[in-house]
């Protein structure tokens, strides 16, 4: 479970809007991602703040392909 | 159980914009320095800051350092240290070249130069008119400087500590301080970074009320840290709000979209701006927009289930109008307010933005306090910068784009003294005392001892947040403040019972938690007591039953002590360091 662990620190942001929609999204879905979501997610983290909350808001498209289904579920959250 | 121990020349907490500053100038002159952080450090809440960075440089139309320190002088409401006002705004213009030479990207002008752009209260000729001072890149100015300043830092071979939270001060009898105790999260070992100079640069600690634009890691660990080692902190009931943020989040709805016709209402209904000014109306200046909004909800015409917020009303701009004039709003509040400002109101309240108040320091970044015959002394080993300092350069207001500034110019100032005084003090490293570690950890035996029966740490945090933001918000009311002191210290009193269910050791966010609540107690008592005390309007202390500032009486830095919630007084340095002073007036704009 620590990679878990490991990710819910790593939604502690430098803004708070990702502070609140990461912390939305792990409440409601982390415990059911599967394997690849997690590895998806854990890559969607490594983004810097302004990039990934331009592709949470909608604001930018997803910078590959891959990420396109859990992104659609940070966004839908 | 021993306690493993390092050893450095410097250990720097915290590693935002003026974290990375000093730890810059310490690696640069070859110092072992540690820098320690809770997130990595382009995550820092240093990212969030868009608006730019002040400096008289000059390149749009004539400007000088003379004139900034006007404004900053003002701005604060002669409350800033003149001579510390005087140190950042001439130091500003060479701060900002040399973030430049740094490789900082800058916005230019077609002739090459930085671009600058106006911002509130920065004006040309003393006042006379706006100017054009801000620098900035887009509106991603501390996300850049962050960048900027990080790479550097890599180049210089600066030590990281990431996801490592520093948890106490070390001081000995003669209360020097010879570092701190820390807990790296991935593993949950505490360990001793032993230091010549330990340098606090936590940043912000806007968590304290409910209403924050701060990110979550803006618990005031250095401020804690501070107090409970016996640090006062000073001015710390002033703190800067915004008229507008999203209620029961924070994220800001931007001004402009009372600008472009949007309206505030209370639960009834009635645009009551138009009581409190009315030819403005919601156009007012941000205090008088806030002070309405704080007096409607007090009054109880706030809405929602508590009556704790009021009510934005765009929808009569129409969608096409709020698309093309305020592009992002819609998407803002949808995903923070959930509605559609299309069709529903937005639910706002007054904001906390930033943090005027800290470790009292002068102007090379070194702490200092009252050293019991009515003068200063500098605390030997201890440094602070950026947020979590009080210079005090913005005394009761700050003025916008002077944040990065501050963290650039004492960032650096700070770093600049502590390799003087390392230069100057070969002796070897201090010996520790034996209970270096011992009231860390027993906190955290305490902690890992709770029975689970103890206070949550999320209800203790709810209670204080909800004290600060009802007793001690943006419009202070005296029966109000004084039920807030009584509830804060309650507040306090539970910290010390907090208990947490999960005793793991690997990344337990719930352990890291519950030792941010400590820090965030310490910064809600010293604000309560502070503002409680002060018996004037100044800045953003904002009372209702004191409406005026008072110089007579309260021209003077606050100095709150943890033990006995303590209260001294000293005098603001109205001298510059070679000008003429700038004699007090009303501050009109």
Same mark, same amino acid.
């Given at each position: 479970?620590?990679?878990?662990?490991?990710?819910?620190?790593?939604?502690?942001?430098?803004?708070?809007?990702?502070?609140?929609?990461?912390?939305?999204?792990?409440?409601?879905?982390?415990?059911?991602?599967?394997?690849?979501?997690?590895?998806?997610?854990?890559?969607?983290?490594?983004?810097?703040?302004?990039?990934?909350?331009?592709?949470?808001?909608?604001?930018?498209?997803?910078?590959?392909?891959?990420?396109?289904?859990?992104?659609?579920?940070?966004?839908?959250? | 159980?021993?306690?493993?121990?390092?050893?450095?020349?410097?250990?720097?907490?915290?590693?935002?914009?003026?974290?990375?500053?000093?730890?810059?100038?310490?690696?640069?002159?070859?110092?072992?320095?540690?820098? @320690?952080?809770?997130?990595?450090?382009?995550?820092?809440?240093?990212?969030?800051?868009?608006?730019?960075?002040?400096?008289?440089?000059?390149?749009?139309?004539?400007?000088?350092?003379?004139?900034?320190?006007?404004?900053?002088?003002?701005?604060?409401?002669?409350?800033?240290?003149? %001579?510390?006002?005087?140190?950042?705004?001439?130091?500003?213009?060479?701060?900002?070249?040399?973030?430049?030479?740094?490789?900082?990207?800058?916005?230019?002008?077609?002739?090459?130069?930085?671009?600058?752009?106006?911002?509130?209260?920065?004006?040309?000729?003393?006042?006379?008119?706006?100017?054009?001072?801000?620098?900035?890149?887009?509106?991603?100015?501390?996300?850049?400087?962050?960048?900027?300043?990080?790479?550097?830092?890599?180049?210089?071979?600066?030590?990281?500590?990431?996801?490592?939270?520093?948890? %106490?001060? &070390?001081?000995?009898?003669?209360?020097?301080?010879?570092?701190?105790?820390?807990?790296?999260?991935?593993?949950?070992?505490?360990?001793?970074?032993?230091?010549?100079?330990?340098?606090?640069?936590? +940043?912000?600690?806007?968590?304290?009320?409910?209403?924050?634009?701060?990110?979550? &890691?803006?618990?005031?660990?250095?401020?804690?840290?501070?107090?409970?080692?016996?640090?006062?902190?000073?001015?710390?009931? *002033?703190?800067?709000?915004?008229?507008?943020?999203?209620?029961?989040?924070?994220?800001? &709805?931007?001004?402009?979209?009372?600008?472009? +016709?949007?309206?505030? /209402?209370?639960?009834?209904?009635?645009?009551?701006?138009?009581?409190? $000014?009315?030819?403005?109306?919601? @156009?007012?200046?941000?205090?008088?927009?806030?002070?309405?909004?704080?007096?409607?909800?007090?009054?109880?015409?706030?809405?929602?289930?508590?009556?704790?917020? &009021?009510?934005?009303?765009?929808?009569?701009?129409?969608?096409?109008?709020?698309?093309?004039?305020?592009?992002?709003?819609?998407?803002?509040?949808?995903?923070?307010?959930?509605?559609?400002?299309?069709?529903?109101?937005?639910?706002?309240?007054?904001?906390?933005?930033?943090?005027? +108040?800290?470790?009292?320091?002068?102007?090379?970044?070194?702490?200092?306090?009252?050293?019991?015959?009515?003068?200063?002394?500098?605390?030997?080993?201890?440094?602070?910068?950026?947020?979590? $300092?009080?210079?005090?350069?913005?005394?009761?207001?700050?003025?916008?784009?002077?944040?990065?500034?501050?963290? /650039?110019?004492?960032?650096?100032?700070?770093?600049?003294?502590?390799?003087?005084?390392?230069?100057?003090?070969?002796? $070897?490293?201090?010996?520790?005392?034996?209970?270096?570690?011992?009231?860390?950890?027993?906190?955290?035996?305490?902690?890992?001892?709770?029975?689970?029966?103890?206070?949550?740490?999320?209800?203790?945090?709810?209670?204080?947040?909800?004290?600060?933001?009802?007793?001690?918000?943006?419009?202070?009311?005296?029966?109000?403040?004084? !039920?807030?002191?009584?509830?804060?210290?309650?507040?306090? !009193?539970?910290?010390?019972?907090?208990?947490?269910?999960?005793?793991?050791?690997?990344?337990?966010?719930?352990?890291?938690?519950?030792?941010?609540?400590?820090?965030?107690?310490?910064?809600?008592?010293?604000?309560?007591?502070?503002?409680?005390?002060?018996?004037?309007?100044?800045?953003?202390?904002?009372?209702?039953? *004191?409406?005026?500032? %008072?110089?007579?009486?309260?021209?003077?830095?606050? /100095?709150?002590?943890?033990?006995?919630?303590?209260? !001294?007084?000293?005098?603001?340095?109205?001298?510059?360091?070679?000008?003429?002073?700038?004699?007090?007036?009303?501050?009109?704009?």
């Amino acid at each position: 479970m620590s990679d878990r662990d490991r990710i819910r620190w790593h939604c502690r942001r430098g803004l708070l809007e990702l502070d609140l929609l990461l912390e939305r999204f792990v409440t409601r879905h982390l415990d059911a991602l599967n394997v690849h979501q997690i590895d998806v997610f854990k890559e969607l983290l490594a983004y810097e703040d302004n990039d990934l909350l331009d592709m949470v808001m909608g604001r930018a498209e997803p910078v590959h392909e891959g990420l396109a289904d859990v992104l659609a579920m940070l966004r839908a959250t | 159980m021993a306690i493993a121990r390092r050893q450095f020349d410097a250990v720097v907490v915290g590693a935002g914009g003026s974290g990375l500053r000093a730890a810059l100038q310490l690696a640069e002159c070859n110092l072992k320095v540690a820098v @320690l952080s809770k997130v990595f450090p382009t995550r820092s809440h240093t990212v969030a800051a868009q608006g730019g960075v002040s400096a008289s440089l000059g390149n749009e139309e004539a400007d000088n350092w003379h004139w900034h320190m006007y404004d900053t002088v003002k701005g604060s409401d002669y409350l800033g240290d003149q %001579d510390a006002i005087e140190f950042m705004c001439r130091k500003a213009c060479d701060a900002v070249i040399e973030l430049e030479h740094y490789g900082m990207p800058f916005d230019r002008l077609d002739n090459g130069k930085i671009y600058q752009r106006p911002f509130g209260g920065h004006t040309s000729n003393y006042g006379e008119r706006e100017i054009k001072r801000a620098c900035a890149a887009a509106d991603r100015t501390g996300h850049a400087m962050l960048h900027t300043l990080y790479q550097r830092n890599v180049r210089a071979r600066t030590q990281f500590f990431v996801e490592w939270m520093a948890l %106490d001060l &070390i001081r000995n009898q003669q209360g020097d301080v010879l570092g701190v105790v820390a807990l790296e999260m991935e593993t949950g070992e505490v360990m001793i970074l032993q230091a010549k100079a330990t340098l606090l640069a936590t +940043g912000g600690a806007g968590r304290i009320f409910s209403a924050s634009t701060n990110a979550f &890691i803006n618990t005031g660990d250095g401020l804690g840290m501070a107090a409970r080692a016996g640090i006062p902190l000073e001015d710390m009931e *002033f703190w800067q709000f915004h008229p507008t943020g999203v209620a029961g989040a924070g994220v800001l &709805i931007t001004e402009g979209v009372r600008g472009e +016709g949007g309206f505030l /209402l209370n639960k009834d209904g009635e645009r009551f701006m138009e009581r409190y $000014a009315p030819t403005v109306k919601d @156009l007012a200046s941000r205090d008088v927009v806030s002070r309405a909004m704080a007096t409607e909800i007090k009054e109880g015409r706030g809405a929602g289930k508590d009556g704790e917020y &009021i009510l934005l009303k765009l929808d009569h701009l129409g969608a096409d109008v709020i698309d093309k004039r305020l592009p992002g709003i819609r998407e803002i509040a949808k995903k923070f307010a959930n509605v559609d400002p299309v069709t529903d109101p937005i639910p706002v309240v007054p904001t906390c933005h930033y943090q005027m +108040g800290g470790i009292p320091t002068n102007v090379h970044g070194q702490a200092v306090m009252p050293d019991g015959s009515g003068g200063e002394r500098v605390v030997k080993g201890l440094y602070a910068a950026g947020e979590c $300092a009080c210079v005090s350069v913005h005394g009761a207001n700050r003025l916008g784009t002077n944040s990065l500034l501050d963290l /650039l110019v004492f960032g650096k100032s700070a770093g600049e003294q502590v390799v003087r005084d390392i230069a100057a003090d070969v002796a $070897a490293m201090p010996d520790l005392p034996a209970d270096a570690a011992d009231r860390t950890m027993a906190r955290l035996s305490r902690l890992d001892a709770a029975s689970s029966s103890g206070e949550r740490v999320s209800d203790v945090g709810a209670a204080m947040r909800r004290a600060m933001q009802a007793h001690c918000g943006v419009f202070r009311f005296p029966d109000s403040m004084a !039920e807030g002191v009584k509830k804060i210290l309650e507040v306090a !009193e539970r910290a010390r019972h907090t208990c947490i269910q999960d005793k793991s050791k690997v990344f337990n966010t719930a352990r890291v938690e519950a030792l941010e609540l400590d820090n965030l107690v310490e910064v809600a008592l010293s604000t309560m007591i502070s503002a409680n005390a002060r018996q004037e309007s100044r800045g953003a202390h904002d009372r209702s039953d *004191f409406p005026n500032r %008072d110089d007579a009486n309260w021209m003077k830095h606050t /100095l709150w002590f943890k033990e006995g919630n303590r209260l !001294e007084y000293k005098p603001v340095q109205l001298k510059p360091m070679t000008v003429a002073t700038f004699e007090p007036k009303a501050r009109v704009y």
